[in-house]
């Protein structure tokens, strides 16, 4: 559908429910703004006209094209929470992936499955349709192909309960309600501030190999319900209930993990407490989804190459970035720095995943009803991080 209406010459979209004196802003509370199907109906066209109940001009407003119309857009933007040049000029795919299924999150559908093939369009996916699968298993189809295709895994950035069709996603669309984890991000002046306050020659060692390491992991590969997920890990080495937080309907938890600060998590899943003294069978990870952003890697002109084209073979010390173009080609002391600049991002708070073994060898995500946010002990703690 989403193709229908970006090829129509005019969409008309007719609110039923907003009479002939409504006043402005009578839009975001009309039902048309709470349906699942009708984002499309606004994104997608090029031209679209806003009727009231009596076919009349939306706040009687001659713009032959509502989304030229101003007073309109903005207006909808307040309505849908959506930014104004993507209500004007939205193209379909996979960018801004956590940002889009925010949009929808507060959106009800008849059939439960239709809160996730409305999305289909939107994100260019061409998937079945499977009335009778439910919702978990339709969003869930549609997380994975985003995933696969993209690598983008800002879509396991979510609080809520996890999903049957894999544990790294969402029961519910609602999940995505929350505005994604933003966490502080150091100035350039402080980023040269930390590379310049580090021990020179172990840690310069350290970063090399470390950049060498993670330069080398492949993007995320998710298929048949099983992602696999390049992680930093740090394992945990204990876990106690805080009873006097308990709650109705959660747990909190006091964790421990190897060269990470001591952190509460709040999940209402019950959890086998267990220390250092008293381990426990079942393993527990906190990991570090891995973000290939943080190597500063320099950007290619063509948008469509992957990002598995660009390796490092060997460290940084050895003076350039193989598989990059000749004019991306550096020296010792610039590669080096990178490296650096890279134990800086990792010493910065990161948002986690509490990951439980199961027997068959893998791992369940652990849902949590507010964001984890680790932080490494110190910089020495970053040599923990070879086991990626």
């Not at 330069?215 to 805080?242: E, H, M, N, Y």
């Not at 000749?326 to 986690?352: C, K, M």
């Amino acid at each position: 559908m989403f193709v229908w209406y970006r090829h129509s010459t005019l969409t008309i979209v007719y609110l039923s429910d907003v009479s002939l004196f409504s006043k402005p802003r009578t839009l975001a509370k009309s039902a048309w703004n709470e349906r699942g199907w009708t984002v499309q109906e606004f994104l997608a066209p090029n031209a679209v006209i806003f009727y009231q109940k009596d076919w009349s001009l939306y706040l009687d407003d001659r713009t032959p094209n509502h989304k030229e119309s101003v007073a309109i857009m903005q207006e909808l933007t307040y309505a849908t929470g959506i930014d104004l040049r993507a209500l004007v000029n939205f193209q379909s795919g996979m960018k801004g992936v956590r940002e889009t299924l925010q949009w929808a999150s507060r959106r009800v559908t008849t059939r439960q499955e239709d809160i996730a093939y409305s999305l289909f369009g939107i994100f260019g996916v061409n998937l079945p349709v499977i009335y009778g699968e439910k919702k978990q298993n339709a969003l869930g189809r549609l997380l994975q192909e985003i995933i696969a295709r993209s690598g983008d895994i800002t879509a396991l950035d979510w609080v809520g309960k996890s999903s049957e069709f894999n544990s790294c996603l969402p029961a519910d669309i609602t999940s995505y309600e929350a505005a994604p984890c933003t966490l502080p991000f150091p100035s350039e002046d402080e980023i040269q501030t930390a590379v310049s306050s580090l021990p020179n020659t172990t840690t310069v060692e350290l970063a090399a190999n470390l950049y060498t390491v993670l330069c080398d992991v492949k993007t995320p590969r998710f298929a048949q319900c099983r992602l696999s997920l390049p992680c930093i890990v740090f394992r945990v080495t204990a876990v106690r209930r805080r009873r006097d937080e308990d709650h109705a309907t959660y747990f909190a938890y006091e964790v421990n993990a190897e060269g990470l600060n001591d952190l509460v998590i709040i999940t209402e899943d019950r959890l086998v407490q267990f220390s250092r003294t008293r381990p426990a069978r079942q393993a527990f990870l906190l990991v570090r989804p891995w973000d290939r952003s943080l190597l500063e890697l320099p950007d290619f002109a063509d948008d469509t190459q992957s990002v598995d084209d660009c390796t490092l073979s060997g460290s940084p010390s050895r003076g350039s970035l193989a598989g990059l173009p000749t004019e991306y080609e550096t020296d010792d002391s610039e590669a080096h720095l990178r490296a650096l600049r890279l134990i800086v991002h990792l010493g910065q708070p990161f948002a986690a995943f509490l990951l439980a073994q199961q027997w068959g060898g893998e791992y369940k995500r652990i849902a949590s009803d507010h964001d984890i946010i680790a932080q490494v002990r110190d910089m020495t703690s970053v040599r923990h991080m070879m086991d990626v």
